[in-house]
């Protein structure tokens, strides 16, 4: 072996050896106990990662496909008139678009024969093969008796003590030639749906949208573009309020829920720092690990010291030492981490009762595993685990090999 290469080897094996620790117990001690402060630490941050990266990606999909991604409201007189066919094709062949659906919406009271005082609903009404977050809502025909029929959210049909086939009574403000006047009309529940949001489980009517027109004069001027990928949205917007000019406000589900968005990866980012601490703190051990080897070693040191090797290589051999306990402890959090996630998301171990439910929007919060989450995390870690290591090694590198030689 060359020269050159035996001085690259030489610090990988010294720091190996020491890793081994056959001579010490105790430096076998103080590296275990190094090595579960790091994982420790990275186990939290990437549960914490994937617990806010869950929750943020499930309120996006489930705020998208109740929504779709780009809605146009009306906000001229002639907006409230339903589009013509030409601009509805235009509409559906931008780039990008999977569906263009006409909708209403609408707000009043629905009272059951058990809950007689009613509760607070939104009505939404869709047309026929219309969607409803990200699924079919079958047929919502009226019956044979010619009542409207209406699928209700599961916590609000529970709440009103019904069940499918039973009449419910809706009362919805009405506009008629401008002039607001309640309207009082009777409706049958077909069935039911379960969205895992809170906001629309316990408030969302669904009904067939010439229903739910007639509760404003734009009830029926709503149009919802469903996209194929929702990170196109705001280009897509652009566009389709190029084609439905000024009667129509364009907007897309980043617009309307940006400051939303915003605060929950400021809050992400505000975590990741704050359990840092926690692998900042894990450092220490290393970094006292290496200090308690420097003292044991030292006469070994001195002797390599006088034989002529460099004080690079010795700064290298406690580097290495401490960044492969380092990296060690990093792979078993990320590792338990990445475990514990997966366990708690297959068995939605997070979830909320229906008042707590509706402050979090979820009823359940999903942890996602995301591998840029997880390459910040083991980039922290060894970051800061490098930095810790550097200060005893240097220590190491500058002792003079006499004061090595008399250490006892």
Known sequence: MSSGSRAVALPWELAWRYLRGRRSRMLDGTARAALLATAIGVLAMIIAMALMTGYRHELERKLVGANAAVVA????????????????????????????????????????????????????????????????VGDLTDGADGLAVAILGDELIAALGSQPGDLLRLT????????????????????????????????????????VAAFGESGGGFYELRLRDPETAPAIAERAGEILGPAYLVTNWQEMNGELFAALRLQQMILFLVLGLIVVVSTFNVASTLVVLVRERMRDIGVLTAMGLPPAAVRMVFVLYGGVLGLMGTALGVTVGCGAAWLLDRFHVIRFDADVAAIYFLASVPFTVRFLDVAAVVGFALLVNLIACLGPAWRAARLQPSTALRYE
């Not at 409201?73 to 569906?99: D, F, M, N």
């Not at 047309?127 to 409803?132: A, R, V």
């Open 73 to 136: 409201y009306p906000i001229l007189a002639e907006g409230a008139k339903p589009l013509a066919l030409q601009p509805l094709e235009r509409l559906s062949a931008l780039p990008g678009v999977v569906r263009v659906d006409a909708v209403g919406f609408g707000q009043g009271v629905l009272s059951s024969a058990t809950r007689v005082q009613g509760l607070d609903v939104s009505l939404r009404g869709v047309s026929p093969g219309g969607e409803i977050l990200g699924g079919g």
């Open 172 to 211: 919805a403000l009405e506009f008629r030639d401008g002039h607001p006047r309640f309207s009082f009309r009777s409706v049958r529940v077909k069935g039911s749906f379960h969205s895992g949001f809170s906001e629309f489980d316990r408030r969302w009517v669904v009904m067939a949208r010439q229903h």
